[in-house]
């Protein structure tokens, strides 16, 4: 069904008359000059080559409007008043300067002050101007800027006690107003204020989308000068994915807080060639750059979030820890572009992408497939798996009876995340890769930032117990752990303990087989270590538990009570190793430490702490074991005693 046509004066009327839903209407080539047409929706209407000089758009929808070789900006009586409004504000200020530095001049250097040694300061004064030129032409108009020259004029309105006209103080401030002028026009920072200033003074009575929602909008050749793109009072103006190439007159635009305000990127966008420039870090969240042509540009920790990058050319380019959440890659060419860290997920598009190989780590290195090509659709599938799975990546090797402790709690912190382990690669020199399955949506980073937060906690405890336990230097705890990084010993250690961990196989396409070192195992079992003294460690849990007071009131806990039965749980559950049930008597000990002061704040986060462990310890066991149902009925209780 073809577009509604209507006409500018159907338009005003209908919109007089209380109706404000205009959607997919053509309104192309048509004249809304002057047309007040607040929190009207034209989504998805065609307003191609119509005159919107002057027209308010304010709090519009405006989502997929085609503005495409519109004319916006000012309507010629708007033009009048701003004259009007800058032509005498122009003069005051530079007859103020000059009036000001001829009276010190004059003042200074009469006869009858001469006499009255006034020579020095009549000297410094033209320093001080001289030296206010200076600091602007230097450092620009910024606030940090101001501070200088208000001193330097407060001492100039100090000192001022007469008049005079001094024609070369008037042409030096005529000419550093021009000066001023061009350099906050070609965008310089240093002149920031003076910029911001004349963009709002130019948009009065300009084309106004302020708090308008222009989602999607297209703005190819239109002419933008003195349009006004800054929030409303309302609500903010929506710019996400607007096409902006080959637009006439932006950066005469007040573009607000948009990325546009950017020089490079409001480049970018309108030109769509960013061959081999420089965007590290750079806010393109949103843009609109189907297309573009980014060979070899530096993309690196750039946030590319909801942005439209559909059959841009990436070759060469480097997208190192780019963020690309819900970013829109399809039929895009990837060819030698490197993926370090990259923050995808299963909102990012890469449905038929153009990649021949990728470089997974910088300077070139850990080349996918290892040699040959990827066959059509192996880059997608490649990084299917990516999507849904968190990286966690271990530089010297895994101490494996921390992680799966780090893991079991993890698995209780993040339930809805049904966290499982995908694979166990092992890349050599110390560094092993553990993928993570995860549910869609859960919040990986959150879980990546906890499991590294847990497991260096773990490890530390861990390690203080190898120097008991070994007697052994740091250097031959590194050396316990790097041996750990070999699969084989890994196979081993989990294969005494009767804990299943959920492992999915994974595995390239043929095509991305070759030389590469990195293994991928899958593994049943858990973790063991060294023969521990479990009548030592009994007799000293027992020891703290018989220190603890009786309760307080009858209605209170008993946490000595308490505690023997988990202890006895722990000593007797038969799917616990012997290695498991020193630790889960370790964890009791600082339990049974802290009931001495339960509200002592130290101490409820140790005992929190300690909980916690204990349930992670649980969290492998089945759901019939001992500790695991001892656990379920007493955790209540000592979480209410704690306060926790």
């Not at 946490?559 to 009791?588: G, H, M, R, W």
Request: glycine share 8%; hydrophobic share 45%.
């Amino acid at each position: 069904m073809p577009p509604q046509r209507l006409t500018a004066k159907d338009l005003y009327r209908r919109y007089r008359n209380g109706e404000r839903n205009f959607t997919g209407a053509d309104f192309s080539g048509a004249s809304l000059r002057g047309m007040n047409l607040k929190g009207i929706d034209l989504s998805g209407s065609d307003l191609s080559k119509a005159d919107i000089r002057g027209t308010k758009f304010v709090n519009a929808t405006l989502r997929k409007t085609l503005f495409s070789q519109a004319k916006a900006g000012l309507q010629r009586r708007w033009l009048i008043v701003q004259l009007a409004i800058a032509l005498p504000l122009a003069m005051l200020l530079n007859f103020v300067g000059a009036f000001l530095s001829a009276a010190f001049i004059a003042y200074f250097f009469t006869p009858e002050t001469i006499e009255e040694i006034t020579i020095i300061p009549g000297a410094l004064v033209p320093v001080m101007i001289l030296g206010m030129f200076l600091a602007i032409a230097r450092q620009g108009l910024t606030f940090k800027a101001l501070n200088t020259i208000i001193i330097l004029l407060l001492v100039v309105v100090l000192v001022a006690v007469a008049v005079a006209v001094a024609v070369a103080v008037a042409v030096a401030v005529a000419v550093l107003s021009g000066y001023v002028a061009w350099r906050s026009l070609k965008g310089d920072e240093k002149f920031v204020i003076v910029r911001i200033f004349a963009l709002a003074l130019g948009s009065m009575g300009g084309t106004s989308f302020s708090g308008a929602d222009l989602t999607g909008a297209y703005f190819t050749q239109t002419t933008l000068k003195n349009a006004n793109f800054a929030d409303s009072r309302q609500r903010s103006t929506v710019l996400t994915r607007v096409r902006w190439h080959r637009a006439q007159k932006l950066d005469r635009a007040r573009l607000g807080n948009s990325i546009l305000q950017t020089p490079n990127v409001r480049e970018l966008l309108l030109t769509l060639n960013g061959a081999a420039h420089n965007y590290a870090g750079a806010n393109l969240r949103g843009a609109n750059l189907a297309g573009a042509n980014l060979v070899g540009a530096n993309l690196a920790e750039a946030i590319l979030s909801e942005a439209i990058l559909t059959e841009a050319d990436l070759q060469d380019a480097n997208l190192t820890e780019a963020s690309c959440i819900s970013t829109d890659f399809t039929s895009a060419c990837f060819t030698g572009a490197t993926l370090e860290a990259w923050d995808i997920e299963n909102s990012t598009r890469l449905q038929e992408v153009h990649c021949d190989y990728v470089y997974l780590l910088g300077n070139h290195q850990e080349r996918r497939p290892n040699s040959g090509l990827f066959a059509p659709g192996d880059f997608t599938k490649l990084f299917e798996e990516v999507l849904d799975t968190i990286d966690l990546i271990f530089q010297n090797g895994i101490d494996w009876k921390a992680f799966v402790r780090t893991f079991g709690q993890i698995q209780v912190e993040y339930g809805e995340a049904e966290l499982s382990v995908q694979s166990i690669e092992n890349k050599g020199d110390g560094v092993v890769v553990v993928k993570l399955n995860a549910a869609p949506g859960v919040d990986k980073a959150a879980i990546h930032q906890s499991f590294t937060e847990t497991y260096e906690l773990a490890l530390k405890e861990a390690e203080a117990r190898y120097k008991a336990q070994l007697d052994a230097k740091d250097e031959q705890i590194a050396d316990f752990r790097q041996q750990n990084a070999n699969m084989q010993e890994v196979v081993k250690l989990l294969a005494q303990r009767p804990i299943t961990v959920d492992v999915k196989a994974t595995a390239e396409s043929k095509a991305m087989q070759g030389n590469d070192s990195s293994r991928t195992v899958n593994i049943t079992g858990n973790v063991t270590g060294s023969t521990l003294n479990l009548g030592e460690i009994s007799g000293q849990v027992s020891t703290q538990i018989n220190q603890l007071p009786p309760p307080a009131s009858p209605d209170q806990p008993d946490l000595k009570v308490l505690l023997t039965q988990l202890k006895t749980t722990i000593e007797t559950d038969s799917e616990l190793a012997d290695e498991d049930k020193a630790e889960a008597l370790e964890e009791l000990k600082v339990i049974a430490e802290a009931g001495r002061q339960p509200q002592e704040g130290a101490l409820q986060k140790a005992a929190k702490r300690a909980m916690t462990m204990l349930k992670g310890i649980a969290a492998g066991l089945s759901e019939t074991a001992k500790l695991a149902t001892t656990l379920e009925k007493v955790w209540p209780v000592l979480a209410g005693f704690f306060g926790l």
